[in-house]
C-alpha cells in the first residue's frame, strides 16, 4: 500500500522540481544617490551585497538569455524643487523584469516593491543604515510570492 501511495506521489515530485517555482534574475544596476557617498556608503559593497542575496536563496541566473529578468535596486533621497536637501531621508526601490520592459517583452515589471529609509538624525547615520535597507529591499523581493516566468 505504502509503494503505491509513493509511486503516486513520484510523479509530483519530479515535476515540482522540474519547474522553478520562483524566477532566476539576473542584477543589472545597483544607483545609490550621489548624496549618500559623501557619508560612506560604498557602492561596489552594496552591489556585492545584493548579489551575495540573491545568491544565497538559490534565484541568482548563471546564464543570461533575453527572458532572464533584471533585478535593479535604486536608493533615492528626495530633493525640495529649489535642489536642496530634505532632511535624512529617502527609500529604496526594487524592480525586477525592468529589462523585459524595455525590450518590449512585457507589459509589466515581474516584481515591484519600496522600502522607506529609517529618518534618522544625521546624514552620516543615515548612510550607515542604508545598505541594511538595501538588503531588507531585496529580501522583501526574494521571500516574496512571485512565480515562474
Known sequence: MAAVALGTLIPELVLAQGTPARPLVFVRDVRIDSILFAFGVDSSRVRA????AVRGAGRLATELTASVPSLDVDVTVPRSLNGGMFDPRGYVRVEVGRNLVEQGKTGSLVWQ???DLPETPTWREFGRNTLAAVIRAVNNYLLSGVRGT
Open 113 to 115: 516593491g519600496m522600502v
Open 49 to 52: 551585497a545584493v548579489v551575495d
